[in-house]
């Protein structure tokens, strides 16, 4: 650049305040939560588990239908037991009374981990679902864990 008399301009440097800092940093910790908040989409795109076997209710993708989960026993009343290779939580919401539901929360797909005074407890984003319907106990997720298939033949859990 060069003035109206031909001397070279020699520009300005430019330098960043600290808002410009400040709200850039902002920026970029807001899309790594956003990020990290984010479930797998399905093959829909969605993530809600529709399609999914594992939370259509059918056996999963590693477990098998007839696959002894566990016993009666080990399902405590009024609690519950996540099997997570199995994509299945079984609970026992009174006694001798069994549900199974799938393991993967509604909102963004994180596994349940823990079932406790008749709740299923998400702990991702605080999710939790009744032991005995899958129904929304308290948000974020919207929708029920969808029911799985299982059979209680004597003392013997397995995938239906």
């Known amino acids: 650049m060069t003035s109206s008399q031909g001397i070279p301009?020699?520009?300005?440097?430019?330098?960043?305040?600290?808002?410009?800092?400040?709200?850039?940093?902002?920026?970029?910790?807001?899309?790594?939560?956003?990020?990290?908040?984010?479930?797998?989409?399905?093959?829909?795109?969605?993530s809600d588990g529709a399609g999914d076997p594992a939370v259509s209710g059918g056996a999963g993708a590693s477990g098998a239908a007839g696959a002894v989960l566990a016993k009666t026993a080990d399902i405590p009343e009024g609690g519950g037991k996540v099997f997570e290779d199995k994509g299945v939580v079984v609970t026992q919401p009174t006694a001798g009374e069994f549900k199974a539901f799938s393991s993967k929360c509604t909102h963004t797909g994180c596994a349940v981990k823990d079932i406790s005074d008749g709740t299923i407890h998400c702990p991702c984003h605080g999710s939790r679902f009744s032991a005995a319907d899958g129904s929304v106990q308290a948000g974020p997720a919207?929708?029920?864990?969808?029911?799985?298939?299982?059979?209680?033949?004597?003392?013997?859990?397995?995938?239906?």
């Open 9 to 46: 301009r020699i520009a300005a440097p430019r330098t960043v305040g600290r808002r410009t800092v400040v709200a850039a940093a902002g920026a970029m910790g807001l899309s790594t939560a956003l990020a990290a908040c984010g479930g797998e989409p399905d093959a829909a795109g969605g």
């Open 142 to 160: 919207t929708k029920p864990l969808p029911a799985a298939s299982i059979k209680v033949d004597g003392d013997s859990i397995t995938l239906a």
